[in-house]
T-cell receptor, first 112, second 113 residues
Framework: SQELEQSPQSLIVQEGKNLTINCTSSKTLYGLYWYKQKYGEGLIFLMMLQKGGEEKSHEKITAKLDEKKQQSSLHITASQPSHAGIYLCGAATRGSARQLTFGSGTQLTVLP | SAVISQKPSRDICQRGTSLTIQCQVDSQVTMMFWYRQQPGQSLTLIATANQGSEATYESGFVIDKFPISRPNLTFSTLTVSNLSPEDSSIYLC??????????FGQGTRLTVV
């Protein structure tokens, strides 16, 4: 199995709907990073979580790291077409080192 | 935060040649890394760029194919040598700030013909 499982692979939602993307690690997470990528471009940093139970929000996007530090979720409230893109989670599993293992990504489409 | 400038943004190269990608960060950072994103796939770590010493490569990546330099705390280069069509990918550099946030450059899209 993959070291970092991300689900779903793709998501199509109507504008205004809420959605959740999950990221599950087979190893202890020392840091979990969420990014957004538009096709063929670089990664836009969204949030970093480090402590079990931590929750961060930015505008309509909230991310949580579960208490056992092996799973994170990204939640978008009242989605908009501007939220469309590929969402990637990246896991730091080597202690204080920050080499990241990435999930396979979630392709989000928001229909107007 | 950190702003990372990566050059070139894209290139088309002939087989057997090499391409050097530059990564400049606007502030001193603790760690720098290079990743590859093959078409339709997620990111894979190539190596850690160590300041003033040889890079540390991940399994499956070797120095002869991917030589890396990091002469100071804000700059690194990745060379992809002896290009083949299988090297066609997006290459991204990443920098870690003191707060352990990980930022990425805009990527270099390489096409080998």
């Amino acid at each position: 199995s993959q070291e970092l499982e991300q689900s779903p692979q793709s998501l199509i939602v109507q504008e205004g709907k809420n959605l959740t993307i999950n990221c599950t690690s087979s190893k202890t997470l020392y840091g979990l990073y969420w990014y957004k990528q538009k096709y063929g471009e670089g990664l836009i940093f969204l949030m970093m979580l480090q402590k079990g139970g931590e929750e961060k929000s930015h505008e309509k996007i909230t991310a949580k790291l579960d208490e056992k530090k092996q799973q994170s979720s990204l939640h978008i409230t009242a989605s908009q077409p501007s939220h469309a893109g590929i969402y990637l989670c990246g896991a730091a599993t080597r202690g204080s080192a920050r080499q990241l293992t990435f999930g396979s990504g979630t392709q989000l489409t928001v229909l107007p | 935060s950190a702003v990372i400038s990566q050059k070139p943004s894209r290139d088309i190269c002939q087989r057997g040649t090499s391409l050097t990608i530059q990564c400049q960060v606007d502030s001193q950072v603790t760690m720098m890394f290079w990743y590859r994103q093959q078409p339709g796939q997620s990111l894979t770590l190539i190596a850690t760029a160590n300041q003033g010493s040889e890079a540390t490569y991940e399994s499956g990546f070797v120095i002869d194919k991917f030589p890396i330099s990091r002469p100071n705390l804000t700059f690194s280069t990745l060379t992809v040598s002896n290009l083949s069509p299988e090297d066609s990918s997006i290459y991204l550099c990443s920098a870690i700030t003191g707060s352990l946030a990980a930022f990425f450059g805009q990527g270099t899209r390489l096409t080998v013909v």
